[in-house]
């Protein structure tokens, strides 16, 4: 066995045949070496593909708020659920998103019951356009404790936000269902 590797060492290293071995050996190596690479970089850009699509999803998403608005809203972007015209200030869901909202529902519970305001108030509004306003029949003067707000984007997607206050602080979550 010595003598093997002492042949090999001293005779065995020039030897074309054993050349050629070193050369497969290493040709083999280089091989997986390149498609672990590949593997590597297939997935990365599958990783990348994903991120691109659900960045175009968000890029498109409605987002709906509660505001007060004023005297100085665009009557353009402004669209009056009740029959006649708020009074201002007043209550407002307003899209500030960057897709238009559908079948948006809206129901809340005001923190005290007045002459003037009901105690909670619930209705559907017609579709919102990104940056309109679409006025509630909620008493300007009411002070709101809890808003939900459930609206649907053009693409399918179905989205919640809630609005809430706790110890005089605001609250808000938005949420995909």
Same mark, same amino acid.
């Given at each position: 066995?010595?003598?093997?590797?002492?042949?090999?060492?001293?005779?065995?290293?020039?030897?074309?045949?054993?050349?050629?071995?070193? +050369? +497969?050996?290493?040709? #083999?190596?280089?091989?997986?070496? *390149?498609?672990?690479? $590949?593997?590597?970089?297939?997935?990365? *850009?599958?990783?990348?593909?994903?991120? +691109?699509?659900?960045?175009?999803?968000?890029?498109?998403?409605?987002?709906?708020?509660?505001?007060?608005?004023?005297?100085?809203?665009?009557?353009?972007?402004?669209?009056?659920?009740?029959?006649?015209?708020?009074?201002?200030?007043?209550?407002?869901?307003?899209?500030?998103?960057?897709?238009?909202?559908?079948?948006?529902?809206?129901?809340?519970?005001?923190?005290?019951?007045?002459?003037?305001?009901?105690?909670?108030?619930?209705?559907? $509004?017609?579709?919102?356009?990104?940056?309109?306003?679409?006025? $509630?029949?909620?008493?300007?003067?009411?002070?709101?404790?809890?808003? *939900?707000?459930?609206?649907? +984007?053009?693409?399918?997607?179905?989205?919640?936000?809630?609005? *809430?206050?706790?110890?005089?602080?605001?609250?808000? #979550?938005?949420?995909?269902?």
């Amino acid at each position: 066995m010595t003598r093997m590797f002492e042949w090999i060492i001293g005779n065995g290293m020039q030897d074309p045949a054993w050349v050629q071995a070193y +050369s +497969s050996a290493a040709l #083999v190596i280089l091989s997986f070496v *390149t498609l672990a690479v $590949l593997c590597l970089y297939a997935w990365d *850009t599958h990783k990348l593909a994903k991120a +691109s699509v659900e960045q175009v999803k968000n890029a498109q998403m409605p987002f709906l708020a509660l505001v007060k608005a004023d005297k100085d809203v665009d009557p353009i972007t402004a669209r009056v659920s009740a029959l006649s015209p708020p009074t201002y200030p007043a209550w407002a869901v307003q899209n500030q998103g960057s897709a238009a909202a559908v079948n948006v529902r809206v129901r809340g519970e005001c923190a005290e019951r007045t002459a003037n305001a009901p105690s909670s108030f619930s209705e559907p $509004l017609n579709p919102i356009p990104v940056g309109a306003y679409t006025f $509630l029949r909620v008493h300007s003067s009411a002070q709101i404790r809890s808003c *939900t707000i459930e609206y649907v +984007s053009l693409a399918g997607r179905e989205f919640r936000t809630e609005i *809430t206050t706790e110890n005089g602080e605001l609250r808000l #979550v938005f949420r995909r269902l």
